[in-house]
């Protein structure tokens, strides 16, 4: 099935060690996500690629940085993770951006800090 | 900036009707997405309004209302397992990102 596949699910790091998360997708899609999601809060948006061309949101801390080789991967590098970095991140595909293409989202990794 | 709002939480009864309100302030609206969520699992897309008027999927519906900012989804026939939280989305502005609320909790009980 085609999909949105995360790795690790789970993922504890200390504080300042630099983490990466992955994420590949079997979609072909051209564009991915990656969302920030504190626990009981709505998922933030911290940055997309279309293509290659890389879009940063204007609140995305400088510690946070992305990577995308080909169409299929995507990462998330934490250069310096606080322990206010804890949190769901969640990784997503869509075919464009247009209407009416839908996010399909991955099962997230939650990152632990300590 | 978008501005988002839906009721925190909300109890039903199994077999029971649900509404979950969202309402938005945004420019440049290019559609409404609900999605649902179970805990500590990804959003799962339920479904999309960009027009006015009801658009129906099984036991959910949702609606929209441009000239109001609002939407709301409708669950029939509730089961134990729609307990999930209901997250609504506006896509907008020229790069058409999604914008979250800050989601619904929907406990069904028996």
């Known amino acids: 099935d085609a999909m949105v596949i995360q790795n690790p699910r789970y993922q504890v790091t200390q504080f300042g060690k630099p983490v990466t998360l992955s994420c590949s997708q079997t979609l072909n899609h051209n564009v991915m996500y990656w969302y920030q999601q504190k626990s009981s809060q709505a998922p933030k948006l911290l940055f997309h690629y279309y293509d290659k061309d890389f879009n940063n949101e204007a609140d995305t801390p400088d510690n946070f940085q992305s990577r995308r080789p080909n169409t299929s991967f995507c990462f998330l590098d934490i250069r310096s993770p606080g322990l206010g970095d804890a949190a769901m991140y969640l990784c997503?595909?869509?075919?464009?951006?247009?209407?009416?293409?839908?996010?399909?989202f991955g099962p997230g990794t939650r990152l632990t800090v300590t | 900036g978008q501005n988002i709002d839906q009721p925190t939480e909300m109890t039903a009864t199994e077999g029971a009707i649900v509404q979950i309100n969202c309402t938005y302030q945004t420019s440049g609206f290019n559609g409404l997405f609900w999605y649902q969520q179970h805990a500590g699992e990804a959003p799962t897309f339920l479904s999309y309004n960009v027009l006015d008027g009801l658009e129906e999927k099984g036991r959910f519906s949702s609606f929209l209302s441009r000239s109001k900012g609002y939407s709301y989804l409708l669950l029939k026939e509730l089961q134990m397992k729609d307990s999930a939280s209901y997250l609504c989305?506006?896509?907008?502005?020229?790069?058409?990102?999604?914008?979250f609320g800050g989601g619904t909790r929907l406990m069904v009980k028996p």
């Open positions: 997503a595909t869509s075919d464009g951006t247009g209407i009416p293409y839908e996010q399909y």
């Open positions: 989305a506006v896509r907008a502005g020229a790069g058409n990102m999604l914008t």
